[in-house]
């Protein structure tokens, strides 16, 4: 079992900057590849970028890319998700979540662990 708590989501203005965390516990969590999904109201949770296990390579998806940042710290079991120039329509519920296959995935079926969401508001 892996454990997976989010931190550090809040209301901002568009353009402002914001780092959200992912603390990890239980298995060996530089196993996993690691990634983030966002889902907003009335709508379907999305990939939003992902991290190798030893994060040797990352993906995210076109509407983030050149804008969010995805880092992990094996030694902290956490993983970080960096956002700039922040829009509204980012405004989600943002999830990590754990994969065991070797491969990075959007698709939300593919992960074994999820955290319970913290939410990010980016006011116009």
């Known amino acids: 079992q892996v454990q997976l708590v989010e931190s550090g989501g809040g209301m901002v203005q568009a353009g402002d900057s914001l780092r959200i965390s992912c603390a990890a516990s239980?298995?060996?969590?530089?196993?996993?590849?690691m990634s983030w999904f966002r889902q907003a109201p009335g709508k379907e949770r999305e990939f939003v970028a992902g991290?190798?296990?030893?994060?040797?390579?990352?993906y995210y998806a076109d509407s983030v890319k050149g804008r969010f940042t995805i880092s992990r710290d094996n030694a902290k079991n956490t993983v970080y998700l960096q956002m700039h120039s922040l829009k509204p329509e980012d405004t989600a519920v943002y999830y990590c979540?754990?994969?065991?296959?070797?491969?990075?995935?959007?698709?939300?079926?593919?992960?074994?662990?999820w955290g319970q969401g913290t939410q990010v508001t980016v006011s116009s």
């Open positions: 991290i190798r296990w030893s994060a040797s390579s990352t």
């Open positions: 239980g298995r060996t969590f530089s196993n996993y590849a």
């Open positions: 979540a754990a994969s065991s296959r070797p491969i990075l995935t959007k698709s939300t079926a593919a992960y074994d662990y």
